[in-house]
């Protein structure tokens, strides 16, 4: 017994020594150092396995942007008269089926003598016009002038002091994944602040590429229409100009004219009374993986060149068919709506900087952008300024020569002997000289009046013809 109780105790006591010499001799020194130190910028692990922290100072700060844009932005109040239908009482007692109407939307004050951006369909068929400041003022407005094309319109009231404005962004420099902010008033709910990030741009919803929006997930819903999208410093890289919806409210896709096109919609109703168009002077598409096939190129992104009108400013810079344009004042073109973008902020006499590809090589060369000297005419089709030579061919002393039949009428034009090269002399009793002079003779013929078009047909003979 003893025995065995003093194998126990020796077995202990060189566990002990084993264990001792190992703790002073072998094992590392560890140093443990307690930081009393408060970390004054959080930082929170995200739940995934990606070794990232994320600091809560980079969210993005709103609060000044958005003071500085809300009290330049207006609420503005369109009163029109809506024909309704004609009631039984109203045939017995001989009233009018007219009834007013009021319209809503948004405005954004661009200097401070009170000039004002909204969207031409916030203010179309207004008999009268009024806009609320943020500060509950109410002016008159008048219409400056609108551009349906862009659906831009500019106002104009007149306060007893200088007002607040928002001043102009670069929309070209606007960024995808850039946050902004929409302002304006949906719903009639004045003032109104939404936060969201650029989606897209050059997106087109027209689906003839004439086109091309600043597309955003900030909310956007009726009333908005006309108001700002600012970027983070307060200013105005867009007009709020639409939503896709089933329901008319928001869905999170909006859809803003970009700063740049507004901008320039502005100064030109401002300088010239109208929109001065530039034009490049190509059709031509998009190119994509079919496209490419089709057209046996190899190219699947920039817009490719299936004709140059004649004496464009395309023609006289050299651009040919089949060229592909990939730049535009280094700006990256990768469908036509880019290119849209890029030209409708330009005016006649610009200059701008195209780089094409061709036969597999990248050129630049300057364009010089002329006066748009085309116009699609309704029933006719596309029709454009006629030169000395056009004129003298058919014996004419005035008029435009129909380059291009209507595909839907044409075969009721040549059954009357009418073809391309035919010169239209007079719209409606009126002389046209240009592509401008039909236009203004389209515009002021009133919707109950017919349509009737002198003409000089491609054999010399003189033409008349009504359309009810």
Known sequence: MKKILSLVLISALGGVLTLGGYKLFLEEENTVVVDNNTQTTPTFLPTSNINTLYNTTEAPDFVEAAENTVHAV?????????????????????????????????????????????????????QELSVTLNNNKTYEAELVGADSKTDIALLKIDADEDLPFVTFGDSDNAKVGEWVLAVGNPFNLTSTVTAGIISAKARDLSGNSSQSFIQTDAAVNPGNSGGALVNTNGELIGINTAITSQTGSYIGYSFAVPSN????????????????????????????????????????????????????????????????????NNIKISKFSDLTGQISSKRPNDVVNVTYSRDGKLYTTPVTLLKNETYTMPLVGEVKNAKEKDLKKLKAEHGV?????????????????????????????????????VQNALKNKSEYESLRIELINSRGEKERFNFR
């Open 261 to 328: 096109i507004a901008r320039k919609v502005i100064e030109d109703i401002m300088e010239y009374g109208n929109v001065q168009n530039g034009i490049l002077g190509i059709r031509g598409g998009t190119l994509n993986s079919k496209a490419s096939e089709e057209l046996g190129v190899n190219d699947t992104e920039g817009v490719y060149i299936a004709e140059v009108v004649e004496d464009s400013g395309a023609d006289r810079a050299g651009l040919k068919e089949g060229d592909i344009i990939k730049k535009i």
């Open 74 to 126: 207006v609420h503005v109040k369109n009163l029109s008269m809506s024909s309704g239908q004609m009631t039984f009482e109203d045939f017995f007692f001989g009233r009018s089926s007219q009834r007013p109407q009021v319209g809503t939307g948004s405005g954004v004050i661009v200097n401070a003598d009170g000039y004002i951006i909204t969207n031409n369909h916030v203010i179309k068929n207004a």
């Open 401 to 437: 020569k129909i380059i291009k039949l209507d595909d839907k009428y044409a075969d009721y034009w040549k059954n009357n002997g009418v073809e391309e090269g035919s010169i239209i002399t007079s719209i409606n009793g009126v002389k046209v000289n240009s592509v401008d002079d």
